[in-house]
């Protein structure tokens, strides 16, 4: 007699069960664990922040002269570097009164980072500018900054950092000043004058 063949039929090759399938057991975990996921998303959907009553669109309405402008360690240190003058240059930004504003927690980073920082920590602690308490724990700038502004969108956010940067655009109607090319600019204000 002959040898017989060792290929399989296509019967046989169609009783295999396949690695996604639904009946084996790590894929019925899986499925669970996406439905509960699917479940917390709808959850998510729910919390949708009310929008503020000043904000047109993405323009904010409530930003009006004089500007109070909330400052960053960041900025300061960078404000210094390039050796420009805060108040004035601010005004030469915006064209615009500005009324410059420190938290507790920004003149605590700067007290912090010791002596290479020192001539920012002069300039901050200069009286013609508004100092803003903070009722929160922690000294973390960042955080303090952004939960200011999130409650009140009356301020622009001065900043060179640009992980702060990247929260405060998810933030809208908060425009954003940072120190380039020797000067201050300006983003995300409508009524700022073109350069």
């Not at 390039?82 to 500005?98: F, R, V």
């Amino acid at each position: 007699m002959g040898v017989q063949k060792k290929t399989r039929k296509f019967a046989q090759v169609k009783r295999i069960i396949g690695q996604r399938d639904s009946r084996l057991k790590k894929n019925q975990d899986k499925g669970e664990v996406e439905g509960k996921k699917k479940a917390k998303g709808e959850e998510l959907v729910r919390e949708i922040p009310q929008v503020s009553s000043s904000l047109f669109f993405q323009y904010n309405t409530a930003l009006k002269p004089p500007y109070s402008i909330l400052i960053d360690t960041n900025f300061l240190s960078h404000t210094v570097r390039n050796k420009l003058e805060m108040l004035s240059s601010m005004m030469d930004c915006l064209y615009a009164t500005c009324r410059p504003m420190i938290t507790n927690c920004v003149m605590a980073e700067l007290e912090k980072l010791g002596q290479k920082y020192r001539i920012a920590l002069r300039i901050a602690r200069d009286e013609r500018w508004e100092r803003l308490s903070c009722d929160h724990k922690g000294v973390y700038a960042d955080d303090c900054i952004v939960d200011r502004v999130q409650k009140s969108k009356i301020y622009i956010v001065a900043t060179n950092d640009r992980d702060l940067k990247r929260r405060i655009r998810k933030i809208p109607g908060v425009p954003i000043m940072s120190v380039a090319k020797g000067k201050y600019v300006i983003e995300r204000l409508p009524d700022a004058p073109e350069k």
